[in-house]
């Protein structure tokens, strides 16, 4: 599955890239998988998206779960949440 991945905020000054085209394997078919799968790199990548953190994703910029299935081909932003007051 073809997926380009968005970075933004923190995620973009810790990994080094506002984004990147992303081959997924197979077993990837959820919004969690693919974040299992970038963890998986090691590194920044696992300290980072390895579970510790919450996470606000968006597909197609529409606002998603971690449970919602990916589409091939589709744009997948990821970013931390954003606290005002």
């Known amino acids: 599955m073809h ?3 968005l970075y933004f905020a923190q995620l973009r000054e ?3 890239l506002a984004e990147e085209a992303v081959q997924a394997p ?3 078919r959820t919004i969690a998988d693919l974040m299992q799968h970038l963890a998986k790199r090691g590194g920044v ?3 980072t998206l390895g579970g510790q953190y919450a996470f606000r994703v968006a597909m197609n ?3 998603v779960s971690q449970q919602t299935a990916l589409l091939d ?3 997948v ?4 949440p954003v606290t005002g007051g």
Request: negative net charge; hydrophobic residues 45%.
């Open 3 to 5: 997926l380009k991945v």
């Open 26 to 28: 197979e077993g990837v």
């Open 73 to 75: 081909g589709a744009e």
């Open 14 to 16: 810790k990994f080094g």
């Open 77 to 80: 932003a990821i970013f931390r």
């Open 45 to 47: 990548w696992q300290e």
């Open 61 to 63: 910029q529409e606002m």
